[in-house]
């Protein structure tokens, strides 16, 4: 499904986004190197029931693109401005890979305005506290960290409908 997509002002920063849906919002965040449409599928299931913005992270799809290092919590708070900039005071926040991060960096930011977080395929936020930034780039930083043997479990897969069916 084609959608209208809009720029918001955030900071010196314009960033894509898509508000669809009516109801309870709910903000979806893109992983590294993604954008808004690493949710297509999640988008027309939620938006049947719930306001569903999604959006191009600063440095990715349409949005401003940067040359400068940016943090998790950078991204944090650009998401926190454009829930202000569409005039939505608290929402349930989905992050797949980085975007749980930033979603989990949001709860402790601002826990007035995140109803739930659902980290999806994610790194818990311990390992975000260690660095505020990696310049040199996550993955290198997580090869380097040995993120997957320091989680030792195997990755699982689910179906957009049952992990969100049962979260909201």
């Known amino acids: 499904m084609a959608y209208e997509l809009e720029?918001?002002?955030?900071?010196?920063?314009?960033?894509?986004?898509?508000?669809?849906?009516?109801?309870?919002?709910?903000?979806?965040i893109h992983g590294l190197a993604g954008d808004y449409t690493a949710w297509t599928a999640q988008?027309?299931?939620?938006?049947?029931?719930?306001?569903?913005i999604a959006f191009d992270n600063r440095g990715a799809g349409q949005s401003t693109q940067v040359d400068e290092p940016v943090?998790?919590?950078?991204?944090?708070?650009?998401?926190?401005?454009?829930?202000?900039?569409?005039?939505?005071?608290?929402a349930h926040v989905v992050g797949r890979s980085m975007g749980g991060a930033v979603a989990q960096h949001m709860a402790l930011m601002a826990p007035e305005r995140v109803l739930r977080t659902r980290p999806v395929s994610c790194v818990v936020c311990i390992l975000c506290a260690t660095?505020?930034?990696?310049?040199?780039?996550?993955?290198?930083?997580?090869?380097?960290?040995?993120?997957?043997?320091q989680l030792g479990?195997?990755?699982?897969?689910?179906?957009?409908?049952?992990?969100?069916?049962?979260?909201?």
């Open 7 to 28: 720029f918001a002002p955030v900071g010196p920063y314009k960033l894509r986004y898509l508000d669809v849906g009516r109801g309870t919002p709910v903000v979806l």
């Open 43 to 52: 988008i027309e299931l939620l938006r049947q029931t719930h306001r569903v």
């Open 71 to 90: 943090s998790t919590q950078d991204l944090a708070r650009d998401t926190l401005q454009l829930m202000t900039h569409c005039k939505v005071e608290h």
């Open 131 to 149: 660095r505020s930034a990696w310049p040199t780039g996550f993955a290198q930083y997580a090869r380097s960290a040995g993120v997957a043997q």
């Open 153 to 168: 479990r195997p990755r699982q897969t689910f179906s957009a409908k049952l992990c969100f069916c049962r979260f909201f």
